[in-house]
Each structure stands twice: as C-alpha cells, then as structure tokens.
C-alpha cells in the first residue's frame, strides 16, 4: 500500500475530527442567522485559534440548562434551577462546577414531574430494605437516594439494632445493618446448634450467694459475708470489684448478709439483712452515693429499669427514694400496707412521681403519691404467688385453695390506668410461681408453674400458645424473647427452648437448686444463678 494512503495516528484523527465539528456548527449557525462572533480576517490570529472543543461545548450546555446533542430524546427535558454563568476558565473549571452539579441534586425525577430532594427523601422513608434496593437499580439518582444515610439509619433503628447511637458514629449505615442482620443470624444459628461456652463467675468458695442481677451484660451479687461484687461479661477479662457498703466504724463483727441487689444502666442497689439500704452510682466509683436504714428486716426490693428511683418494703411499710432536681436524693414517698409485702414492682417509663405495684398476700397495692394506698385486686384466701408489671398493665398469679371450686389458679391481667381486670389464663392444678411480662415479647406472656411446666400465653386470646414440660421439681425462673424461651428448675436443671416449635435446643445440668434467670435471652447468652 502506497505511504500517502497509510492511515493517519490517532491524535492527527481527533484533530481533525474536532476541525471537521466546528467547521459545522459555524455553518449552521449562520444558516440560523445566530452571529457566531466577530468574523475573523482570513489569514489573522483568531481565524487559526482552533475550535472549541466538543466536549467543552457539552458541558456549557448542560451549565446552562441545555439538552446534549445526540439521538432525539422522548420528551422535553424539565429546566434546571438558574444558576450563575460559567467564568471564561478552562476545561477544569467547566467540568468541576459539572461534578458539583450533578452532586447537589436539586431535583428528583418521579415519573413525570420532579420533586424537591427533601420531599423524595420523605417517601422513600416508607419503603423497607428490600424496596429500596429495587429502587436503586431504576437510575443513578434514585439509586443516590435510595443509599441515603438517614433511610438506613432510621431502618436500623426500626429494627432494634444499635438504638442508643447517633447518625454521625457509623459511615455507611447500610453495611451497619447488614452486620448486624448477619451477626443475629450467627447466634441463633448457633442457639440452635448448641454452639457456645460455658464460663463461671466464681468469687470465693465457703461464700453463698445470696441474690444476683443483670443488666446489659453487667451482673452484681450478693453473698453471705456481706460483699457485693460485679462482673462486666462483655470482657471477660475485666476484674470483679467490691462495691463498699456504708457501715458505722464502730460496728464488731461479721457484716450482715445481703439480701437483695438490683443493677440498671446506671445504678446499683443492695439490701442488708439489718435493714440497710445502699445506692452506688456505676461511674462514680466504689462508695456509695446514698443510703439509708428501716428499722426492720427488708421483704422486697425494686429499682427502676431506667432512671434513679428505688422502692423498698420493710414490715408494713413501703418507701420510695428518688434524687431531686439538684441531685440530692430524698424520700419521694411513704406508704403504710395492711400485709406484709411479698413482692414489689416499679412501673417503668412513668413521667412525674413514680408508680409502684406492691402485693401483700391477697392484696395488690398500685401505690401513687396522688393516691395512696389504692387496691388493685383483693380476693380473701387467694395468695398472690407472682407479680411482673409492664408500662401499663400488671400480671400476677393467684392461689386457690380448693374451697373454691370455680376458681382454679390462674394469671390475672390488669390495666394499671383503669384499674380493670383484662383477661383471666391459666385454670392450672398447681401455683404459678413466675411470671415474666416486662421483657416478654409484644401481646406475650410466658409463666413457670410447680406442676413443671412452661406455659406461654397470647394476651389478645387468652390461650397458651404452648406447654412444655420441663422440670422435675417445678419451674422457678423463666425468661423468653421473640424465639426462645429459657426456664430453670428448683432442681438445678436450665432448659433453652425453641418457641416455635416447641422443641428442647439443648440444656444444663447443676448441682444445685436455680435461684434466678437474671438476664435476658436476646443477646449473644444467657445468664443464672445457681
């Protein structure tokens, strides 16, 4: 093939693609009788300025509110906002204040019209994880939007996972959600397949513990030698300290033994058997912030799940301590009960003077300051044998004795606003010993009873979903969350179960009696006393 005829290199190409392109537009300009300008002189300095190129010529229209040449486009292009001109800078300039454009997205397409940013924002707020995935594969700014940070922090809310966070701790919330949805199915699969370990928190042998509690993996108990210690399971690593109790300098001998210990996000809480009663606050340090005495051995002790409020029952008197506005703790109220208080409850998310629910015998108590002393429910010659409390409703269990026939033990639901009787479940032959109704599931209520079954109950019906038989010595503790259920016996034996289906997933073996369930189910374990 000749040389003059060889094919010219790439650039040469370009070039004169680019020359061959301007060359057109000024045609049609003029055909257009649109001035393209000054006319340059043949053979002056502008007319051998080469033509704009076309890439630049895109981007001064699409600045300016232009449509891009090519292919006939199916409909009219809505204007863009007016914006300030372009300056006569170069290339990087146009193309910069282009990437700035199309990152600021003022104007969502929706079909036919467009919407301002923030009102698309607001609708595809009603769409789940799995729609807004389809969303995003419809364009880029839908798919912009479907990937905003809010969205998928609100569904990370939604589905309970890293609730007590900020939108500015995580970079990417959908990846956030995404390790936690995996890390959940990570443990349930491993409830499921017996996965795990065993470990111990082991003070000192010769030392009986007394009484133990939880709260988000940080557990405090109580021994007989009067020491109160907790452990954080979160590090297993973390040394056990001893919570100092508040004794006179000139007392001899042994301390009393601690009766009860309770434990929220931010307090703790320890009974004595000389009626002492002992507040720690946990970022405080090892002394106690507040203490103080009842004149007899306490029968029941009750802290707020959320908040600084404390109720203890000594005879027949029931106490409540709360901090003021300054943070001076003080006694908010005081009520004198007929009975002995067998247990006590504080009403959780309660605004204003807090709201306790006490039993004694066959009385409840819904204890207020604006109200003292109202009876919730008095039936003579039926014991109350458990009691849990929700933000609204109250449920315990009731004894028969057998002289009433038409009343068999049951578990009684009561509205604590209205002081009615919801719903009556249960006709078992023995006593329900626990209840959980707190921490169980929505319209869910899960119960032990001593004739060694496990009994959950659906509130809108007032019909157990299921029974299962567990305990040989009858059941003392129970907890449960959306798919499990954990249960302990008198007789030393912790059973984890699938609710479900109704099936045993695996269970453990003591030597001795449970004393609680203390912890709830949902996390990556489970936690009891023995």
Not at 317 to 336: C, H, I, L, N, R
Not at 346 to 358: H, K
Not at 430 to 458: A, E, H, M, W, Y
Request: aromatic share 8%; net charge negative; proline share 6%.
């Amino acid at each position: 093939m000749a040389e003059g005829s060889a094919e010219p290199p790439p650039f040469r190409r370009c070039r004169r693609e680019e020359r061959v392109g301007g060359a057109k537009r000024r045609r049609r300009e003029a055909a257009e009788g649109s001035p393209a300008g000054p006319a340059a002189e043949p053979g002056s300095r502008r007319a051998a300025e080469p033509a704009e190129p076309p890439y630049l010529a895109l981007a001064r229209g699409l600045l300016h509110g232009g449509a891009p040449p090519g292919p006939a486009r199916r409909g009219p292009s809505p204007a863009r906002p007016a914006e300030e001109p372009a300056g006569d800078g170069g290339a990087d300039d146009l193309l910069g204040q282009l990437i700035r454009d199309l990152n600021e997205i003022n104007e969502v397409p929706f079909f036919d019209v467009q919407l301002p940013y923030e009102l698309a924002l607001k609708i595809f707020q009603y769409l789940d994880k799995t729609e807004l995935g389809r969303c995003a594969q419809v364009s880029r700014t839908w798919k912009a939007l479907a990937e905003d940070e809010v969205l998928w922090y609100r569904l990370c809310q939604q589905e309970g996972y890293l609730v007590d966070t900020s939108i500015s701790d995580h970079a990417c919330w959908k990846l956030a959600l995404k390790n936690c949805r995996a890390r959940e199915r990570t443990l349930k699969t491993n409830w499921k397949n017996r996965i795990g370990a065993v470990s111990q928190l082991r003070y000192e042998l010769g030392k009986i513990l007394c009484d133990v509690h939880s709260c988000d993996g940080v557990v405090i108990a109580g021994y007989t030698s009067g020491e109160v210690r907790l452990w954080d399971t979160r590090t297993w690593d973390y040394t056990a300290p001893i919570l100092e109790a508040m004794h006179d300098p000139g007392d001899a001998g042994p301390r009393p033994h601690v009766s009860f210990v309770r434990i929220n996000s931010s307090l703790a809480v320890a009974a004595y058997e000389d009626g002492t009663i002992s507040i720690w606050n946990l970022m405080f340090g090892r002394e106690p912030i507040h203490h103080y005495q009842h004149n007899q051995r306490i029968q029941a002790l009750a802290l707020g799940s959320e908040g600084a409020v404390v109720a203890t029952a000594s005879g027949f008197e029931v106490k409540v301590e709360s901090p003021d506005d300054k943070g001076f703790w003080q006694t908010a109220a005081t009520f004198d009960i007929q009975k002995l208080v067998n247990f006590l409850n504080l009403v959780p998310d309660v605004v204003g003077s807090p709201v306790t629910v006490a039993a004694a015998e066959d009385i409840v108590y819904l204890l207020k300051a604006e109200v003292p002393g109202k009876i919730l429910h008095s039936v003579y010659g039926q014991p109350v044998t458990c009691l849990d409390v929700s933000a609204h409703e109250a449920a315990f269990g009731v004894k028969n004795f057998g002289w009433l026939l038409n009343e068999p033990n049951q578990i009684l639901l009561y509205n604590l606003e209205t002081s009615q009787c919801l719903k009556k479940m249960g006709n078992s032959i023995g006593d329900f010993t626990c209840v959980n109704l707190q921490n169980s599931p929505p319209n869910l209520l899960v119960t032990g009873n001593k004739d060694r079954r496990v009994r959950v109950f659906d509130l809108r019906k007032s019909e157990s979903l299921c029974s299962l038989y567990a305990h040989q010595l009858g059941v003392s503790a129970v907890q449960m969350d959306d798919w499990k259920i954990v249960s302990g016996g008198e007789e030393g034996l912790v059973c984890v179960w699938d609710q479900r289906m109704g099936t045993k997933l695996w269970e453990m073996h003591a030597s001795a009696g449970l004393l609680a369930v203390v912890s709830s189910v949902t996390g990556s374990g489970c936690l009891y006393a023995l």
